[in-house]
Structures are given as structure tokens and as C-alpha cells.
């Protein structure tokens, strides 16, 4: 859920300094090509099934805060967090044109489009969502592996700091 927020409080920030970096002029065809680069590498698309583990963070939250909450509830909230983002994705859309000219020559833009467009583009585009689903699960429980050690050892170095926790 922390990952979550964060990643969405990220983007909201940048979507209010976006308005204020689109002051800086990106030549049309750098934009066009950051465009077709946003299209081929299915960004947007990538962004919104992002709403999936939002809505279930969010679901399992409500869950945690009121156990008694009633399942009717709960299914309305896919649709009501999908339309907000729906709605912003052109916001989104321009941040990722500042991000991408910021960090991209034209020539760069133009070869990962190229990238994205072929065969083993095509082959990361399709797996990427489960992986990043996957890893997501595997850094959680590899951080829940580490928790007892790393209590255990500040625990440990406070005490001899002379702190008792």
C-alpha cells in the first residue's frame, strides 16, 4: 500500500509541476516522436492497470479499518477509481512528455520506439504487467524475510545506545 500511494502522490505532484515545465517549448517533431514512443510502448495502458493493485490495496485498507463493511460497498470502488484515472490520463499523458523530453534525445526516442515495435518489444510489453505484479509480491516477501533480522539487530544497536524498545 506505502508503494502505492507513493507512486500515485508521485505522479500527482508531477502533474502539478507539469503545467509549469509545458512552459519550456518541445520542438513538434520531438513531440510527435514522444507521441508515438508513449503509443508504442503502451504507457498509458501500463498506468492504468496500475488501478488494479491501487483498488486492491485500497479494498483490502477498507477491509482492515471496517471489517464490517459490506461487499456492495467495496465493488463500487474498481469503477470509481478507474474513472478518476481514466479522467486524468491526459494529464498523465503530458507528464510523461516533459519526463521523456527531458530525458531522451529525438534520436533516442525514435530507436526505443523501434525497440518497443519489435518482436522482443512486443515480447516485453506483453509479460512486463505480470512481472511487475510478481515482483512486486516477491520484493514483499523478500522484505518479510529481512523483518525479524533487522529487528532484531536495531534492537540489538539501540540497546547499546542505551535505548530499550
Given at each position: ?24 517549448t518541445i520542438p ?62 491526459p494529464s498523465l ?73
Amino acid at each position: 500500500m506505502f508503494l502505492l500511494r507513493r507512486l500515485f502522490a508521485g505522479l500527482l505532484m508531477m502533474a502539478c509541476l507539469v503545467q509549469a515545465s509545458l512552459a519550456q517549448t518541445i520542438p513538434a517533431d520531438k513531440r510527435a516522436a514522444i507521441e508515438q514512443l508513449i503509443a508504442a510502448s503502451n504507457s498509458l495502458a501500463i498506468a492504468q492497470q496500475m488501478s488494479g493493485l491501487y483498488v486492491a490495496e485500497i479494498t483490502k485498507s477498507i477491509k482492515n479499518a471496517q471489517p464490517n463493511v459490506q461487499q456492495k460497498a467495496l465493488d463500487v470502488l474498481p469503477g470509481v477509481i478507474s474513472g478518476v484515472i481514466e479522467e486524468n490520463m491526459p494529464s498523465l499523458k503530458q507528464i510523461f512528455i516533459v519526463l521523456f523530453d527531458k530525458h531522451y534525445s529525438l534520436e533516442d526516442i525514435q530507436q526505443l520506439t523501434q525497440f518497443y515495435q519489435s518482436p522482443v518489444g512486443q515480447k516485453l510489453l506483453a509479460v512486463q504487467p505480470q512481472l511487475m505484479q510478481d515482483s512486486v509480491q516477491a520484493g514483499a516477501r523478500w522484505g518479510q524475510a529481512m523483518s525479524p533480522e533487522i529487528q532484531r539487530r536495531v534492537k540489538e544497536r539501540l540497546a547499546q545506545e542505551g535505548v530499550k524498545l
